[in-house]
Structures are given as C-alpha cells and as structure tokens.
C-alpha cells in the first residue's frame, strides 16, 4: 500500500527558497511517475512538475527555471526545490505519483485530476 506525506512547506520572503519532500511508504520503484500539483484558494489544482524512473523531467512554464524536481528511489523521496519564489506561488503543494510512466499516465501530463493513483494530503506554501 503506497502513501504519500509532503513536509517542508512553510512561509517565506519573495525571492526566498524552500525545499519540500514528499516521503513514500511502499515500493518506490512501483512509481513510474512522480510529481507535484498546487493549488491556491479558488483556484484549480494545476500541475508543477513531474519527474520520470528514468530521469526526465517536465516542468510548468511559471516555473521553469526556478523549480527542480528529482528523486531518491533508495530513500523512498521526492523533492521540489524552489527558488526565487513569488506571491503567485502561495499554494497547498501536492506530491502526486502514478504507475505509469509519465509519457502515459496524468502525472507526467501534469493534469491531476481522478486518474493519478496517488496523492498526498499536501503541505502549505505561502509567499510575501
């Protein structure tokens, strides 16, 4: 049974960083696909990035550049480094994985939505 439990989010200045993970209980090399959503108030959960088991990764366009995603199968984690953050990033942030691997499943389309196989409950982003 695979769970998913994000930390590091927090508050932090504009033009701060901020690191999160997201802890996996369960075979991690059964994740294909893994990611990270958001979603701010009253708005739509959207897609961040997303890292495939081989390396490639895909990024939104607001923050490319400035977000790295990567992973570490042996210690059961995935990460979001963030940098030079915004306002706009204020958001509960989501680590999302799926089986498939990202060129077939909604995680690597950073759609979201009903399809992905697993969610976390989120960890809190807020930028000033």
């Known amino acids: 049974h695979v769970q998913l439990v994000e930390s590091g989010g927090g508050s932090v200045q504009t033009g701060g960083s901020l690191k999160l993970s997201c802890s996996v209980t369960g075979y991690m090399y059964s994740l294909y696909c893994m990611g990270w959503f958001r979603q701010a108030p009253g708005k739509e959960r959207e897609g961040v990035a997303a890292?495939?088991?081989?390396?490639?990764?895909k990024y939104a366009d607001a923050v490319k550049g400035r977000f790295s995603v990567y992973r570490d199968n042996a210690k059961g984690r995935l990460y979001l480094q963030m940098n030079s953050l915004k306002p706009e990033d204020t958001a509960m942030y989501y680590c999302?994985?799926?089986?498939?691997?990202?060129?077939?499943?909604?995680?690597?389309?950073?759609?979201?939505?009903?399809?992905?196989?697993?969610w976390g409950q989120g960890t809190q982003v807020t930028v000033s």
């Open positions: 890292m495939d088991i081989d390396g490639s990764t």
């Open positions: 999302a994985a799926d089986s498939a691997d990202c060129s077939a499943g909604s995680v690597g389309a950073l759609e979201g939505g009903p399809n992905v196989d697993h």
